[in-house]
Each structure stands twice: as C-alpha cells, then as structure tokens.
C-alpha cells in the first residue's frame, strides 16, 4: 500500500481534529439547552402546581371544575389529572391521553402518539399524606423539535468544518512544506557535474534549518572528495602518460627495422624499467586508495620505537655513509602499531630525509615519549622549504624539486602521502616544520590504554 | 621436481610455464579450477602456483580440498587483489606465499626456490664457498684467495645470502627484506649502495667478478667465464 503523502497526512489529522472539537462542542451546546428547557418546563409547572394548590385547597368533591376549567383554559397546553387518594380519577381536562401515566414523582418525560409531554407528579396538599395527587402534563413538542433541528444543525457543522479544515491544512501544509520541495529541488539536481548547489540556510524555518546545514555539509564533504579524486585521476592520467609513451615510441622505432641483437636486449631492459616504475607506481597507488577506503588496518604489536629506529638507521647506514651524513637517534618511547607499516612511514621519512641532505650534514631521529602520545621526528640538514609549500608536501605527485622530471627517476611522489596515510591510519598526525637551516616531519601518535 | 600452475589468464599463464621451464623446471599449466584440483590432489607435485579467481573453482577452495586431503604440498598465490580480508584469507586456510599483481618474475622465481627449499632442511653448513670466496659460518670470516675481508654484520649476512643462493637472481626486495627484514616496498637506493659497498671489498681487487647486476631484475652471486 503506498503510504499517504506528508500533506494529505496533515490535512486529514486537521479535519479529524476540528471534528472532534466541534462534536464537542456542539453535545455539551445541546444537552446545556436541553438542561434549560427542563428549567423552563420545571418553573412553569411549578408556578402552575402553585396557582392549583391555592385554587383547589379547599377541594373536597368535584364542584370546583369550573374553576379547574377557568384556571387550566389560559394554557393551552397544560393537561391536568387529579387523582383522589383512593386511586379514583376525580377529574381528567385530556381523557384522549392514556390512562396509565408515570407515577413517580417529580419530573419526567412522556410520549404519546408522536406528542412529548414533560409529566409532574405532586400531592395536592403537600403536608397531608393522604392528599389527592395531581398530574400536570405539558406539552414540549416545540422544544424537542427545536433541540432536533439543532442537532441537524452541529452535525452538519461538525461535517463542513471538517472538511473546510482538510481543504485549508491541505493548502497550509503544501504551503509550510514548501522547503522541503526546495531541499527536494536541489538535492534532485545534485550530480558529479553539479556538487556546488547550495540549500539557502537563512530563510530555512528552525525546523528544517539543521537539516539544510547537514545536507550542505554532505554536499560539501562530497564536493572536496569528487575534487580530490578527479584531480587524482588527473596525475594518474599524466605521471602514466610519460612511462607509456616511452614505452610506444621505443618499442616502434626499435621495430621499424633489423637490429643486432644487442639492441633488442637494450630495448627490452629500458622497458623494463619503464614497465617496473609503473607496477612502483600502481602499487603505491592501491595502497593509497586502500587508505581512502579505510581499509588499511593497522595490527597492534607492542613496539619499542628506539629498536625500530635502530634497525631503519641500520638500513639507510650504507646510503648514508655514501653520502657522508651522520645518522642518529635520541628517545625511546612504547607503543602499539603495526610494525611493517611503521617502518615504512619511517623509512619514507629517512630516505627523503637523505635525498635532501648535503654532504656532511646530518639526519636526527629523536622519540619524545609524553603523557599525551608519542612524537617521532625525523630532521635533516639542507636548505629549508619555504612556508608555502610546506602543506603541500603530503600532496600526491608533490615533488619538491621540480627539476625531478616526472618517469626518470624511481621516485613517484608518493612516499610522504603513504606516510601520512600510515599515520592516520594509526589515528596519528604528521606536520612539516622548516627553518632557514633544516627541515623537520614530527610525527604524534596517540597512546592507546 | 614438478611445479602445478593454475591460471586461467592464458598470456599470464604462458609466461610463468616459460619464465620457470627456462629457469630449470618441470612445470604444468592449467587455466581452470576444478582440472587444477584434481591434479593438485594426485600429491605429484613439489609447489601449487594457484591464482585466486578461477573458472570452476576458487584458488580458495582449491587450496581447502588439498589440505583437507592432508597433502602439505606448498602453496603460492597470485592474486589481483590486495585486500587484507585476502591475505588473512590465504593464510588462515593454510597458503604458504603470495604475490599481488603486478609482481616482478624475479620476485616469482626467488619465491619459489624459497619454498621449495623450505621443505629440504639444508645440512648444518660451516662454509660456504664460491670459487676463491670462502665464509666461514663459525668463526664469521671472510676470506678470498687466502686474504682476509672485513664486512660488517650486514654486509656479512648479505654475503651470506647472495652465496647461499648462489646462480639465483635476488631481487632487491627480497634483499631488502632477509637482510634486514624490511618488508614493505620501497623505491629506495639503500640496496644498490650496499650491493656496491660490498663489491667494492668482494670483487674490485680480484680479476674474475662473482657479484652481478641482473640489469632491471636483481643481484646474483655466480663465477662468470671471463
């Protein structure tokens, strides 16, 4: 079954609503004019029993029926029954009424052939038990059908009101919902060729105007994601290009005719340089886009942080000699990780350390063992990176020396993005601090409990 | 000694039949799972060379039937995939190794000789020699004609491996990775400089070479005719 729409919901809660009020309100108006023409009924007949006491006190045998007939004349509709107290009916003014009437006494209410009648019951002398007992019967014809057409009345109000509210709140729900056909309008025109529509926040009513800041929000978040990733696609697309089109043009020409042997091999092993800088880069790239996914899971191994550094300075020891730079390590600091991945953010950070060292310069790693976390730093000596730049350095592709031809070199601008992505991944952060004199990446990771 | 490959991408599968058949084995290929099963559960070979995605049959529960059948027969995987949920996978059901692609053939061949020695626990050596080389495993001595070497510990466990798989191509992360036990990739130099350090003490005073670069593939320690 489909579900009814948001404003038919409403407009129908509305009429259900003014139904209940009016139907309300139109029994407690009916039974408050019924209680009154009771009142009414009750002071007339009262008045009337009074004029009868006073005529009749000295009644004694049925003489008195002209003055019976004198006093009941003046109102038409006023029956009257005397009844001696022997059960004899001493006088009747309506014989066609039926002879049994109620007996109680008091009020109450009688119908005879389609006539209402309000029935008092009284002894005639109220202090004598043996009184005969009078039975005025009025007429209340007028007033029942008075109440009837009233109640015509509320029920065809309770109905048009009812629907008059359905009417009105359908309008006034289509018309208080009119921001959510807009939030509807843009989310509807959202594609990956249009994530800059914006919902306006301002003119949102209260309501709805958290829900306009988080769907602008995902939009937003969505927006940089898309950005991020076409211009990912994009280096993709252009750091592949130079290796392929070193690969085509060599393998044509090399093709084009017979060559001594020699060539082939040659031909062959600069591919193959070509083809393995490409299996570097799609490598480095998948794990990259496993990062994204969240899908690099850290394991936790209890480390001792100086042991790793340790053996990484042992790693680099050879390169390092080559390139006469001192290589040291201060600290030490516990912590759970993941012990290959660690060593690969490391390693990252030590060999671009020493790519950029000058001779005779140095290369620190120094581990801070805080309350908080941990923080790792690796510094070098060389000649600083200037401030603006140094955000980008975690950029994929970012190469801090342009002069580094893209495809040359084994180097594919990727090593501090993993290292960042290692990082977050164990919930740490990475920064680059520069001076005139050296370059540092501190490295915070959280300690776990 | 017999290999079994299952791959069903016939150029993949070509080149790995080629690549190890020149390398010195007795190889099988077949492109899909269950013929690969069947084959693998006659206990006839020495290493199963299993790709994950198969027709028929998974490498999975290929790999699943062998051990059920009680055959420790090693395993190697290639897979296209490397999500971790793949590699707890593999291990868990018992693979012995695994290669995501793209790997390097050179990596393939060290890690099948790996496994395949694996099984034959090699003699308590003391020494090792090739040619005029001579490392005594005891004392921690390098020798060549007669002469002393003094390595570092590095470059002595280096030495160590480059002559203990003496003829094979190492590539560099293999290197990389028994050396000093760095396993991730890297795109760094480290290797190139230590392999050249280690020449420079090794093979620069003496006529005939042993350590050579296999250009795009590796380092392999063998005695070269002149």
């Known amino acids: ?29 009916s039974r408050a004019s019924e209680a009154h023409f009771i009142e009414l009924d009750q002071q007339l007949l009262d008045s009337k029993l009074l004029g009868l006491r006073r005529a009749l006190h000295d009644l004694q045998s049925s003489d008195s029926q002209v003055k019976l007939a004198d006093e009941l004349s003046r109102q038409a509709d006023l029956s009257l029954r005397i009844t001696g107290s022997d059960g004899r009916r001493w006088y009747d003014s309506s014989p066609q009424l039926p002879d049994k009437l109620p007996q109680t006494p008091g009020l109450s209410k009688l119908n005879d052939d389609g006539t209402d009648y309000r029935v008092l019951n009284a002894p005639l002398f109220a202090d004598k038990p043996d009184s005969p007992q009078l039975t005025l019967l009025l007429d209340i ?15 065809l109000t309770v109905g048009l009101s009812a629907l008059a509210t359905a009417l009105l709140g359908a ?72 290796p392929l089109s070193n690969l085509l043009t060599h393998t044509q020409v090399t093709l084009t005719r017979p060559r001594p ?64 730079v001192k290589l040291s390590r201060d600290g030490n600091a516990r912590i759970e990780g993941d012990r290959s991945m660690l060593r690969r953010a490391l390693s990252n950070l030590l060999d671009n350390a020493l790519r950029f060292t000058p001779v005779e310069g140095y290369v620190s790693v120094s581990i801070l063992d805080q309350p908080k976390g941990v923080s790792v730093s690796v510094q070098n000596s060389g000649k600083g990176i200037s401030a603006e730049l140094l955000p980008r350095l975690f950029d994929r592709f970012y190469r801090a020396d342009p002069a580094r031809q893209e495809g040359s070199s084994e180097h594919a601008g990727l090593g501090l993005a993993i290292t960042q992505s290692i990082i977050r991944a164990h919930g740490g952060q990475i920064r680059c601090e520069s001076a005139e004199e050296w370059t540092r990446f501190v490295i915070e990771l959280p300690k776990k409990d | 000694m017999k290999l079994l490959i299952v791959e069903d991408q016939p150029k993949t599968g070509h080149y790995l039949r080629q690549g190890l058949a020149e390398a010195g084995f007795n190889t099988e290929l077949v492109a899909d799972g269950n013929t690969g099963q069947q084959l693998a559960l006659s ?24 051990r059920n059948a009680g055959l420790d027969t090693p395993v190697l995987f290639l897979t296209a995939r490397d999500a971790v949920e793949d590699r707890v996978h593999g291990l868990e059901l018992g693979a012995d190794d695994y290669l995501v692609k793209p790997f390097a053939f050179s990596e393939l061949l060290a890690r099948v000789r790996s496994l395949l020695r694996r099984g034959s626990a090699s003699p308590q050596e003391t020494s090792l020699q090739l040619a005029d080389l001579r490392l005594d495993l ?66 620069d005073e003496f006529p005939n070479k042993l350590i050579h670069t296999v250009r795009g593939m590796g380092y392999v320690l063998e005695e070269r005719p002149a």
């Open chain 2, 138 to 203: 005891i004392r921690r001595r390098v020798e060549r004609n007669g002469q002393r070497i003094d390595l570092t510990a590095k470059e002595f466990a280096l030495l160590e491996m480059l002559l203990r798989r003496q003829g094979e191509v190492l590539p560099k992360s293999l290197i990389a990775s028994q050396v000093w036990d760095m396993n991730f990739d890297s795109d760094t130099n480290v290797i190139e400089v230590a392999i050249r350090r280690l020449r420079l003490k090794i093979d």
């Open chain 1, 171 to 242: 309008w006034a729900a289509r018309s208080g919902l009119r921001p959510l056909r807009r939030i509807s309008a843009v989310a509807s025109g959202v594609s990956a060729q249009s994530l800059n529509a914006r919902l306006p926040e301002e003119n949102m009513p209260p309501e709805l105007a958290e829900m306009a800041h988080n769907f602008n929000a995902m939009l937003g978040r969505l927006d940089d994601s898309f950005q991020r990733l076409s211009a990912f696609s994009a280096d993709i697309a252009h750091e592949l290009r130079t």
């Open chain 2, 43 to 66: 206990g006839e070979y020495a290493l199963l060379i299993l790709d994950v995605m198969l027709p028929g049959r998974d490498g999975w529960q290929i790999l699943q039937a062998v």
């Open chain 1, 141 to 155: 014809t007028h007033h029942q059908h008075f109440l009837q057409r009233m109640q015509h009345l509320i029920w």
């Open chain 1, 261 to 324: 042997i020699e060539d082939y091999r040659e031909a062959l092993h600069s591919n193959l340089e070509e083809l393995q800088w490409m299996a570097q880069l799609v490598n480095d790239m998948l794990y990259l886009a496993k990062a994204d996914h969240g899908l690099l899971m850290p394991k936790c191994e209890p480390l001792q942080l100086a042991e790793e550094a340790d053996l990484l300075l042992e790693f680099f020891a050879p390169l390092a000699e080559d390139a006469q």
């Open chain 1, 1 to 29: 079954m489909r579900r009814l729409s948001l404003s038919s919901r409403l407009a129908l809660l509305f009429a259900a609503c003014t139904a209940v009020v009016s139907l309300f309100a139109g029994v407690l108006f």
